[in-house]
């Protein structure tokens, strides 16, 4: 059975809801903070999110995009979470989906899911500076493949 989504990126009026899927996540996240990182519109477009028919976010994950130092522009992916009890599979795959096509629109050819997202979100500012280039999974747009590192 397919179900309902509404797949984007996390707007000002959900700020709320997708903390309490983060907090599932990395639970040393406090709101004053989250509050400040989804402050903005060009912040909470590094969010994306899958919503059900309800409101309730069952889907999130944090992407920006960068240069590898050899492999070129990457989206690179430091948290993805499905959070559905009935449909994990689908909101991933439309989580995916939609990163994918969110790769394709900042010019990369790759994305990178990091195998471990920070715990440290006092830091989380400076995730972008991370070196984290050949940890976790791969995946080539070109090929539509991927590699574990």
Known sequence: MEMDYDVGVL???????????????????DLRTWKRLTASASSR???LTVTDAQGYIRGLCHVFAREHPVHGRRLEIPIFASVSLHDDQGVARRLFEFAKLRAKLDGCEKVHFWSFASKDWDNLDTLRDLERWDDGLVYD?????????
């Not at 707007?11 to 990395?26: G, K, P, Q, S």
């Open 11 to 29: 707007n000002a009026a959900d700020v709320y809801r997708a903390f309490a899927v983060v907090r599932l996540i990395m639970s040393d996240l």
């Open 45 to 47: 477009r590094d969010w």
């Open 141 to 149: 747009l070109g090929t539509d493949r991927a590699t574990i590192h």
